[in-house]
Nanobody, 123 residues
Framework: QVQLVESGGGLVQAGGSLRLSCAAS????????TAWFRQAPGKEREFVAA????????FYADSVKGRFTISRDNAKNTMYLQMNSLKPEDTAVYYC????????????????WGQGTQVTVSS
């Protein structure tokens, strides 16, 4: 059984930075894609970034490109999201997700989800 556990959320002022972590367990992720999604109150869950675990190739939503960086540490089985130049519109619950397929931006493609971590950016 795959388990994903997010951490690192919190309250930060606009322009600040946070780093989210997603610790994965239950299997090896060499053939997996892992991703970050976010959901703000009253809005649908949206794609943020994804990475192919085997080669580390990242893919970003336009809204975060140049500000967020996704990475993974194979030895620790952990994925990260470094978020810089945060804006109030980045406020949301951030989720990590995984599936054994290509990078997809639709949340329905992902089989495994974490419980989420709250990120709040004040203006």
């Amino acid at each position: 059984q795959v388990q994903l556990v997010e951490s690192g959320g919190g309250l930060v002022q606009a322009g600040g930075s946070l780093r989210l972590s997603c610790a994965a367990s239950g299997r090896t992720f060499s053939s997996y894609v892992t991703a970050w999604f976010r959901q703000a109150p009253g809005k649908e869950r949206e794609f943020v970034a994804a990475i192919r675990w085997s080669i580390g190739a990242p893919f970003y939503a336009d809204s975060v490109k140049g500000r967020f960086t996704i990475s993974r540490d194979n030895a620790k089985n952990t994925m990260y999201l470094q978020m810089n130049s945060l804006k109030p519109e980045d406020t949301a619950v951030y989720y990590c997700a995984a599936h054994n397929n290509l990078i997809r931006v639709a949340s329905g493609n992902y089989d495994y989800w974490g419980q989420g971590t709250q990120v709040t950016v004040s203006s």
